[in-house]
Every structure is written in structure tokens, then in C-alpha cells.
């Protein structure tokens, strides 16, 4: 246990260090290039369609990460980055300034907070919190913190408050291996344990966390 937890201090202490330079996007640059990305996600970065990610307030290093990351798969034909049909298409033409100042924008509106139904309450915070150690599944909580809040320094993203929809459809693609630019495979692995019921839960148990 010790042995695990100096590598994941060494790890984030990497992140760190690797994503210490200031973030240089420009908010106002980006609420005048916004105009496309509002059809999808809405004016305010709450999607108003629950299939497609809330990005307010998530963090400006991981929007610009998965821009990149979906210029990427477009580029590269699917063999490396994330290949999305729609986003993919989305971030070709946008420079990396583009993203960065796209990011600095989303990032800085405020979240639209959800709500927990109660049935869940109870296993998801279960889940979310302490794990389930005879499946070898980690807390939620160690990676994106006991709010969802995640850490930008560590790239792990903000999921309080986000769509149930979109949150059970990221977590089944990373069970499948369809979604595969998570750090180090963690979700991928992670996902692997998780049974329907599970991200069911996970997935309506996030939407009031904050």
C-alpha cells in the first residue's frame, strides 16, 4: 500500500511539475470564438441536451486537452488522440490558440448544479467514496476529490454536476476501450469494474454532487 501511494505522490508531483507554466488562454478571445461551440453545449457552457457535456467551469487545461486531443484523432485518422464524428470535425480547423483561448472561456462561466435522486444516494456515495476493495475498484473521490471538483495540475477533469447521460456514455466507452485517452488507461481500468448498475448509479449520483 505504501509502495502504491509514493508512486501516485511521485506521479502527481510529475504532473505538477509538467503543468506548472501560467495557462495563456485569453476568455475574451474565446466568448468571440464561441459562437459554434454553443450549438452543442449551450451560450453558457451548460448543454441544454443532456447527451452532450456540461463545460462550464471545467477546467481550461482539460478543455484544451481533449480540443487538442480531438484535432488529433482527425488528423491521425483514429489511431491516436480521441476520435469523436462531431468533435473531431469541430477542432480541425481550430488553431492551438484557438483552444487555448476556447478553454480559458468555458472554464470561467459557472456550472448549472444538478440533482441526486434519492434512490441512489445511499450506494453511490458508497461507490464514489470509499470504492469497492474486494473488485480491486478505487474511490471516485482520490482522483476527482470528495466534491468532483478533480485537480487541473493532475488533469483530472471536474465531473460534479455533469449530465447523467453523458457521464454513463463516457464511462461505458471507457469500459470498451472505445474512449482510450485517459491517463495511464486509469478510467479504462477502472471502468472495466464497473457493472451497469454501477455507472447507472455513478452516473445519476454525480449530477447533484457539489
Known amino acids: 500500500m505504501k509502495k502504491i ?21 485569453d476568455a475574451t478571445a474565446g466568448k468571440a470564438k464561441s459562437a459554434t461551440c454553443a450549438a452543442c453545449h449551450g451560450a453558457d457552457g451548460n448543454a441544454p441536451i443532456s447527451m452532450y457535456p456540461k463545460i462550464a467551469g471545467q477546467h481550461a487545461e482539460y478543455i484544451y486537452k481533449q480540443l487538442a486531443e480531438f484535432k488529433t484523432g482527425m488528423t491521425s485518422g483514429g489511431k491516436e ?8 470535425g469541430m477542432a480541425m480547423p481550430l488553431s ?8 480559458a472561456y468555458f472554464s470561467s462561466l459557472p456550472i448549472q ?21 474486494e473488485r480491486g475498484i478505487p474511490s471516485c473521490a482520490s482522483c476527482h476529490g470528495p466534491r468532483g ?3 487541473s495540475l493532475a488533469g483530472f477533469p ?13 464511462l461505458e466507452k471507457f469500459r470498451s476501450g472505445t474512449r482510450n485517452n485517459d491517463l495511464n488507461g486509469m478510467m479504462r481500468d477502472i ?3 464497473l457493472t451497469d448498475k454501477d455507472i447507472e448509479v455513478l452516473s445519476k449520483y454525480l449530477n447533484g454532487l457539489h
Open 149 to 151: 471538483n478533480g485537480t
Open 158 to 170: 471536474k465531473i460534479s454536476s455533469q449530465h447523467p447521460e453523458y457521464v454513463k456514455s463516457q
Open 5 to 25: 501511494a509514493l508512486s501516485l505522490t511521485m506521479l502527481f508531483g510529475a504532473l505538477a511539475a509538467n503543468n506548472a507554466t501560467a495557462f495563456d488562454g
Open 96 to 103: 492551438d490558440q484557438d483552444m487555448k483561448d476556447l478553454a
Open 191 to 193: 471502468a472495466k469494474k
Open 113 to 133: 448544479e444538478g440533482e441526486t435522486p434519492k434512490e441512489v444516494v445511499e450506494v453511490g456515495s458508497k461507490l464514489f467514496k470509499a470504492g469497492d476493495a
Open 81 to 88: 488522440g480521441r476520435m469523436d464524428p462531431v468533435m473531431s
